[in-house]
């Protein structure tokens, strides 16, 4: 079982480049989102999807990109990349949206550093 | 403004001590839940609670959830060291996938 994949797991950028974190899960789960943490401030949601085709914007969108067209695949593009953006990123997905019946399951990571 | 405040911070305790979590808003949520994340990991669903008062028990955890829905407690009785890890609360006041984390409380557990 597989779960949510993330890749890639480690990433060093310098400032304006761009990238793709990847994110893949293996459940047929509709819901799909994308968190940032760091150090003393918890998980912050950044975009999240209900379902292929459909996205939103979380807590802390700007400078963040995401679509998707597949229920299995959810990529969050960092459009210029800058400091301000090193963290680490997970994705979650679960059967259902809200946290009444849908437990998140999370990828192990994706610890970004932009120099 | 933090929707899910989370106490203490920080948590460092023997082997055998008990100690109690707290994850408190002024929102009322339909539901809250608990996570557990270890080094390096994603966070793990703990339990969810959803019914005011609920008390929950998985093992030598107890959680509950306040009777007006707005806070919610994590006791770990008998503490090891593998319940050594970061404790998250989160919930969903719209039901509708913007779901919000506490900061979280960092639990060392020592032999």
């Known amino acids: 079982n597989a779960g949510v994949t993330q890749t890639p797991k480690f990433q060093v950028l310098k400032t304006g480049q761009s990238m793709t974190l990847q994110c893949a899960q293996d459940?047929?789960?509709?819901?799909m989102s994308w968190y940032r943490q760091d150090p003393g401030m918890g998980l912050r949601l950044i975009h999240y999807?209900?379902?292929?085709?459909?996205?939103d914007q979380g807590e802390v969108p700007n400078g963040y990109n995401v679509s998707r067209s597949t229920t299995e695949d959810f990529p969050l593009r960092l459009l210029s990349a800058a400091p301000s953006q090193t963290s680490v990123y997970f994705c979650?997905?679960?059967?259902?949206?809200?946290?009444?019946?849908?437990?998140?399951?999370f990828g192990e990571g994706s610890r970004l550093t932009v120099l | 403004t933090q929707l899910l405040e989370q106490s203490p911070q920080f948590l460092s305790i023997q082997e055998g001590e008990n100690l109690t979590v707290y994850c408190n808003s002024s929102?009322?949520?339909?539901?809250l839940q608990w996570y557990r994340q270890e080094p390096g990991e994603g966070p793990v669903l703990l339990v969810t609670?959803?019914?005011?008062?609920e008390v929950k028990k998985l093992k030598r955890l107890t959680f509950q959830f306040g009777d007006a829905r707005k806070d919610s407690s994590l006791h770990i009785t008998a503490a090891q060291p593998g319940d050594t890890g970061l404790y998250l609360c989160?919930?969903?006041?719209?039901?509708?996938?913007?779901?919000?984390f506490g900061d979280g409380t960092t639990l060392t557990v020592k032999p």
């Open positions: 979650a997905s679960s059967k259902d949206r809200g946290t009444k019946t849908g437990e998140l399951f």
């Open positions: 459940m047929n789960h509709e819901y």
């Open positions: 999807s209900v379902g292929a085709g459909i996205t």
């Open positions: 929102s009322v949520f339909s539901s």
């Open positions: 609670v959803v019914t005011g008062g």
């Open positions: 989160a919930g969903d006041r719209t039901n509708a996938g913007k779901s919000t």
